[in-house]
């Protein structure tokens, strides 16, 4: 890797097999109050924060859903089954800031996920202690696909954009980080690559030990 660059990782769906678990407890909430569709309305909502969110589900189910009560119900369980058994951790994800961490790399976090949870999260897998810099959604008005988090953080690390990485799952993540005049790779979750998102990334990859693979290359 080149001098001054640095690796900025979304949490959710890239440090974090998470994203499945929001969904089934969309879905299992969503069945107490005969909704249908949670997958539909889940998926534009990957890579954003809770007020996007909040809109996006609102412009599916109508502007009477009583969204509050609906994301805290799914909010509880969700956290019921971390406290059980905490949040799986994706495949590579130690090797990889294993190995950034022993060339001083700097790493930071650029999530949509609110700081506390994702500082919570981080602490409780173990990992927190690897970055620099941890972002969450709540710290800025405007959310991913903006560019806003990723400038933020790169202003923090003090590093340029142009020299700094930024390893997404989402479409939103990808255009955010590409939009900030970064670097993206994409290691797909949920959503599939894109043409769109080939265009902007400037390589996809399977999961983070070929990330770690790839920057060993360059």
Known sequence: MIDGS?????????????ERLVLDCWEKIG???HLEGMREAFLPCIGTNDVRTRE????????????????????????SIVDQGGLPVKTG?????????????PIAVASSTRLEVVTQELKQAGLHEFFSVVMGGDQLKRSKPEPDIYLMTCDRLGVRPTYAYA????????????????????????????????????????????????????
């Open 31 to 33: 069945a107490k109050y």
């Open 167 to 218: 390893i997404e799952d989402s479409y939103n993540g990808i255009r955010s980080a590409y939009s900030a005049g970064m670097k993206p790779i994409m290691v797909p979750d949920m959503l599939p690559p894109t043409e769109e998102m080939r265009e902007k990334s400037v390589i996809v990859l399977e999961d983070l030990l070929r990330v770690k693979v790839w920057f060993m290359a360059q």
């Open 93 to 105: 994800v130690l090797e990889l800031l294993s190995y950034l961490t022993e060339r001083n790399i």
């Open 6 to 18: 640095a690796v900025i990782f979304d949490m959710d769906g890239v440090i974090f097999d998470s």
């Open 56 to 79: 996006i589900v609102l412009e599916h189910y109508g502007k009477d859903f009583p969204y509050d009560e609906f994301r805290r119900e799914s909010s509880q369980l969700y956290h």
